[in-house]
């Protein structure tokens, strides 16, 4: 290795210990060298407790977009500031096991939960046989782990569902959404619902949207009658509803926090993108129809950890916390700019409260990652994009165009195939070097609990 690369590598013994201080890894030609030196360094190590961040469809041109945005085109995000960065695949896979080139957040979400890839629409069960397969949060409980799930979409949407549920299709999130899962109900000897399935499990936190699904009445089984969220209260949950009952919440019991009806209103507002463009605009840093009560990703997340530190307080085993930015993705799908930016901001805020409890416990483990790619670009202003398109104004006073055409004009924009960025601290986060596969997250957080 060159010495330059060598002084791009200097991991002190702060660093041996907690990896947290920064190291500049350049994943290039030469990566596995750069992975073996990482590697010697870090020692890899037993993880206490693991966070992991998933920015929904949130690709490197969604960072750059909010980053130029909001930092400027030479800032930093606190996502950025990772001391190891590496790449992963995110392909999904047909019945018979052959690749689906882009995947949606069912599939690309029971890869990293369960280590297993499946087919686009299917939660955590095999492609071909559809038969359930243990998740990394399932693991968790059994190894007497605590156990979160923050989410700011329906706790029943595909990314949170991942983790704590099994079901054919993503669209069975309540007990009258079941017509796709006629095996999975309880009426068929099935575990019923993602949002039955999810505080069955009695995740210890569970805090997002999707009140709607858990207002449902269970049709089958020992809850009939009750909606679910009685059946939660029944199970020991304290359920809360807004910023003050959250943040009132005490441990010693599992916490049920339903912020909305359905998702989580975004931050953000403006000028969705149009055919032909739109006016420079600046985006508008609040959302008229996002109550005040709301409580923000980042609160959800340091609370979240608050509840789980505290079960865990007397305990060798720590926690397991999953946080997601969902509306990046929903945002990009509806061709709005100023929504997405707002989002992947509030989800940056999030990331800088899961550091720097890590830079307090070192013995944490912090990756950051997408479920897939999506469609904003960061074109030139003299481009003129045959889809949709918006000026933006950033915050250094400069104009920049975004444009979204991976679908006609007034169809949901979609995913795209690319690898997205996984960056990592921590125990064992030199695995996130290279280019892995999304699976590989799996065995990364499995190996850093030693669970078994």
């Known amino acids: 290795m060159h010495r330059s690369s060598r002084r791009h590598l200097t991991i ?19 990566a596995s060298d750069t992975e073996q030196q990482a590697k010697g360094a870090v020692k890899g190590g ?14 490197d041109s969604e960072i750059t977009l909010a980053r130029d945005y909001t930092v400027g085109a030479n800032g930093r995000l606190n996502m950025d500031k990772f001391p190891l960065t590496g790449a992963y695949t995110t392909y999904a896979v047909h019945a018979d096991g052959t690749p689906d080139y882009v995947t949606d957040s069912a599939a690309s979400g029971t890869g990293w939960a369960t280590g297993v890839k499946t087919v686009n629409g299917r939660i955590s069960k095999t492609p071909g046989t559809d038969k359930a397969v243990p998740t990394i949060l399932e693991l968790a409980q059994k190894n007497g782990y605590a156990t979160g799930n923050v989410t ?127 006016d420079p605009q600046r985006c508008v840093t609040s959302n008229p129809n ?11 997340a340091t609370k979240a950890i608050q509840l789980l530190e505290a079960k865990q307080k007397h305990s060798k085993k720590g926690f397991f916390l999953q946080i997601e930015g969902a509306s990046i993705d929903k945002q990009d799908h509806a061709a709005d700019p100023c929504g997405q930016i707002g989002e992947t901001a509030a989800f940056d805020r999030a990331v800088k409260v899961a550091r720097a409890y890590a830079a307090k416990h070192p013995d944490t483990l912090v990756v950051t990652t997408a479920d897939h790619g999506h469609t904003s670009q960061i074109v030139p202003l003299e481009a003129t994009p045959p889809g949709l398109s918006s000026t933006l104004v950033t915050n250094e006073g400069q104009p920049l165009k975004v444009n979204y055409s991976t679908n006609t ?44």
């Not at 037993?46 to 690709?59: F, R, T």
């Not at 807004?242 to 507002?269: C, I, R, Y």
């Open 46 to 59: 037993k993880a206490k407790n693991v966070i992991l961040l998933i920015g929904d469809g949130m690709g």
């Open 152 to 278: 700011t979409a329906e706790l029943t949407d595909a990314t949170p569902a991942v983790l704590d549920s099994h079901v054919t299709d993503r669209s069975c999130q309540g007990p009258a959404d079941m017509a796709k899962c006629p095996t999975d109900t309880i009426a068929a000897g099935g575990p019923g619902s993602i949002a039955e399935q999810s505080v069955n499990h009695k995740v210890d936190v569970l805090f997002g949207g999707g009140k709607q699904r858990f207002d449902q009445k269970v049709t089958d089984g020992k809850y009939k009658g009750l909606t679910v969220t009685e059946q939660a209260q029944k199970l020991g949950y304290k359920v809360v509803t807004d910023d003050a009952s959250m943040k009132a919440a005490k441990s010693g019991k599992p916490v049920l926090g339903l912020f909305a009806t359905g998702n989580v209103p975004v931050e953000w507002t403006g000028k969705a993108a149009a055919v032909g463009g739109t």
């Open 409 to 452: 004009p007034g169809q949901s924009q979609e995913h795209t195939g690319t690898e997205v960025r996984i960056a990592g601290q921590g125990p064992q986060a030199y695995r996130v070097l290279g280019v892995t596969n999304q699976t590989d997250l799996f065995t990364t957080i499995r190996e850093a609990l030693r669970l078994r």
């Open 290 to 300: 996002r109550p005040s009560i709301t409580p923000s990703l980042a609160d959800s």
């Open 12 to 30: 002190g013994t702060a660093v041996v210990a907690a990896t947290a201080a920064a190291v500049a890894v350049t994943t290039v030609a030469g």
